[in-house]
């Protein structure tokens, strides 16, 4: 088994219940267990401004899949809830699935980079990973409480009531 990080993002319909849909689906995966999830964090969009708020978490995974078949797995699960990848960058969408990093892995191959590229600028990713992993290295970026830190907590806040994690 293999620790991997996947970043969960929604801004369309009710994101937190998608949020929670999609953990479950995610602990479904073959060979796979949702260890943790962080709390939900509210954070503006980055991309088009008239769009809703997004609703973020990082979940962790014990896995037997190959970094690309999770990967699979989780397009997989944004299909199913209707998200078509290619679409417009940064733009409104119903689930949102990133693989953040896999334990012992760095891969750049088309459609799959490890750690993913953006991890490091996105306060949304960084503070949730942080609550789940303080002292995870990333390979050029350091330690992620580190990093969290500077990247601070400006347009990020707690979701709501649903906050609970669940693992």
Not at 34 to 45: C, G, I, L
Not at 70 to 83: H, K, M, Q, T
Not at 142 to 167: F, H, K, M, V, Y
């Amino acid at each position: 088994m293999t620790s991997a990080y996947i970043g969960l993002g929604a801004n369309l319909g009710e994101p937190a219940v998608q949020l929670r849909t999609a953990l479950e689906a995610i602990a479904r995966l073959p060979g796979t267990r949702v260890v943790a999830t962080s709390r939900f964090y509210r954070s503006a969009p980055m991309g088009p401004p008239e769009q809703p708020d997004y609703c973020n978490a990082v979940c962790e995974v014990d896995t037997a899949l190959a970094p690309r078949d999770l990967l699979e797995a989780l397009i997989a699960i944004e299909r199913a809830v209707g998200r078509i990848r290619g679409g417009e960058r940064w733009g409104p969408r119903r689930l949102d699935l990133d693989l953040l990093h896999v334990e012992g892995v760095a891969l750049d191959q088309p459609g799959l980079h490890l750690p993913h590229p953006g991890i490091g600028q996105r306060n949304f990713v960084l503070v949730p990973l942080a609550e789940l992993a303080p002292v995870l290295e990333i390979p050029g970026l350091g330690r992620i409480a580190d990093r969290a830190q500077e990247a601070g907590t400006e347009d990020l806040s707690l979701w709501d009531a649903l906050n609970a994690p669940i693992a």
